[in-house]
C-alpha cells in the first residue's frame, strides 16, 4: 500500500507520543538489527544488478510475511507500507529521516533500496543501507524490552524465509566490523536540558565512554547534539549476547535520568529566576516570532519542554512539544504547506506554524 506523505505530516509515530516509561526526559527507546544475505556480496561491493535482486527478495519475503499476518508490528498499526526510497524526492527522503525511519545515509545513497514501515510507525526494515536488511523497532519512552522481543520476533520470521551471512565464530557477518557479532544496536533518545545548563554534560558522557557506550545526535550516528538531544547506544556488539548488551545500555538510563533530575532540582533550587525567565523567553519568542530557523527552533523548544515537565509552563502539552520538534523540521513544513519552500520562506512558516499551535490557533496578546 502507497504512503500518503501529506497526511502522515500531520500526525506522528507512536515514539514520539510521550506514553512511555519515564518519557519526561526519555523520548524513545530504539533497537536496530543488521542483517546480510548469504548468496550476496556486502552493499559496499554489489554491483546493481546484485542490489536490485537483493531488494526483490526482501520485497517478496515481506509480503509473503505480511499477507501471512506474522509481522507482529503489521497488526496493531494496520497495514505495511512499502517505500522505493530511490524514487522518492529529495524531500520525501528527507521526511522519513526527521521522522527517524531511515537514515541519511539511506536517503543520500544511490540505487535500489527501499524501507517497509508499519501504519503505527514502531517498526522499519531498511533495504539496501549499508547492509541488506536494517531492522529497527521504536517505541515511546524508556521501553527497551519490548521493543526488543517484538524485533527479535520479526527477525526470526526472516531469517525462516532468508539464509543471514552467519559464522559460528564471529556471529552474524556484517559491513561495518563494529556490529559483527549480534549485530545489535541499542539506543534510547535522551533530552538532558539541565545537564547542558550546569555544564555537567561532558563529564557524564565520558563516564559513559569509558564503558563503551556511545553519544550521538538527533540523528544517529555523524550527526550534532540538537535541542539538548542525546542518543546513547552500545558501541560493539562482538562477543556479548544481545540481552548482555541490552541490559548494558537499560542499567545507565536509570543513572543518567537521576544525573538529569537532580540538575533540575539544582536549577529550580538555586536559580530558580533565571530558570524561570529562560523558559518564559524562549516561550514568548516561539509564540511571537514572525520568522525563525530550524536550529534556533529546536533551542527554544528545548527550554519550553523542560518548562512544561517542571511546571513553569501550563499552557502546552508534552506531546504538542515532542510534536513541534519534528513538524518544524525543513522536510515536515514542506509537506505542512503543500509546497516546496527555499529557507527564507521556511523560516517564515516555521514562525507560523509555531504560533498557531501554541497559542490555541489565536493570536497572542498584544499582537497585531
Known amino acids: 500500500m502507497s504512503l500518503d506523505f501529506e497526511t502522515m505530516a500531520h500526525d506522528c509515530g507512536e515514539w514520539l507520543r510521550a506514553s512511555g516509561p519515564e ?48 509481522l507482529p508490528a503489521a497488526t496493531p498499526g494496520g497495514e505495511l507500507h512499502y517505500i522505493n526510497v530511490g524514487k522518492l524526492s529529495e524531500v520525501d527522503r528527507q521526511f522519513l529521516v526527521e521522522r527517524q525511519l531511515i537514515s541519511r545515509e539511506h536517503a543520500e545513497a544511490e540505487g535500489a533500496r527501499a524501507v517497509v514501515i508499519d501504519g503505527g510507525e514502531r517498526f522499519s526494515v531498511m533495504i539496501n ?38 559464522n559460528d565464530r564471529l556471529g552474524y557477518l556484517t559491513a561495518c566490523p563494529t556490529n559483527v557479532g549480534t549485530g545489535i544496536r541499542v539506543s534510547v533518545m535522551l533530552h538532558l536540558p539541565a545537564l ?18 556511545a553519544v550521538r545526535g538527533l540523528y544517529g550516528e555523524g550527526s550534532q547534539a540538537m535541542g539538548d538531544f542525546y542518543q546513547i547506544s552500545n558501541q560493539v556488539t562482538l562477543g556479548m549476547p544481545e540481552e548482555e548488551l541490552l541490559k548494558k545500555v537499560a542499567d545507565v538510563v536509570p543513572v543518567l535520568l537521576e544525573y538529569e533530575r537532580q540538575a533540575r532540582d539544582f536549577l529550580i533550587r538555586e536559580s530558580q529566576e533565571t530558570l524561570h525567565d529562560r523558559v518564559s523567553r524562549a516561550f514568548g519568542i516561539l509564540r511571537t516570532a514572525q520568522t525563525i530557523s530550524s536550529e534556533e527552533t529546536l ?51 516555521r514562525a507560523s506554524y509555531l504560533r498557531r499551535h501554541l497559542n490555541g490557533g489565536k493570536p497572542p496578546a498584544g499582537a497585531n
Request: aromatic share 4%; glycine share 4%; net charge negative.
Open 23 to 70: 518519557s519526561d526526559i526519555v523520548i524513545s527507546s530504539r533497537v536496530r538489527l543488521a542483517r546480510n544475505l548469504t548468496d550476496f556480496p556486502f552493499i559496499a561491493r554489489a554491483s546493481e544488478s546484485d542490489r536490485e535482486q537483493i531488494e526483490q527478495i526482501l520485497h517478496a519475503r515481506i509480503e509473503a510475511l505480511q499477507a501471512a499476518g506474522k
Open 129 to 166: 543501507e549499508e547492509d541488506h536488511l536494517r531492522i529497527q523497532v521504536m517505541h515511546s519512552g524508556l521501553d527497551l524490552e519490548t521493543a526488543w522481543k517484538e524485533i527479535n520476533q520479526i527477525d526470526d520470521l526472516l531469517e525462516e524465509q532468508v539464509n543471514y551471512a552467519y
Open 196 to 213: 547542558v545548563i550546569t555544564r555537567q554534560i561532558d563529564k557524564v558522557f565520558r563516564s559513559l565512554q569509558k564503558i563503551n557506550l
Open 299 to 349: 533551542h527554544l523548544l528545548s527550554s519550553v519542554r523542560m518548562g512544561v515537565n517542571l511546571g513553569l509552563i501550563g499552557d502546552v502539552a508534552i506531546p504538542t512539544v515532542n510534536k513541534l520538534f519534528v513538524h518544524t523540521q525543513p522536510a515536515h513544513l514542506q509537506k505542512l504547506a503543500g509546497m516546496e519552500l527555499d529557507q527564507s520562506d521556511r523560516n517564515i512558516e
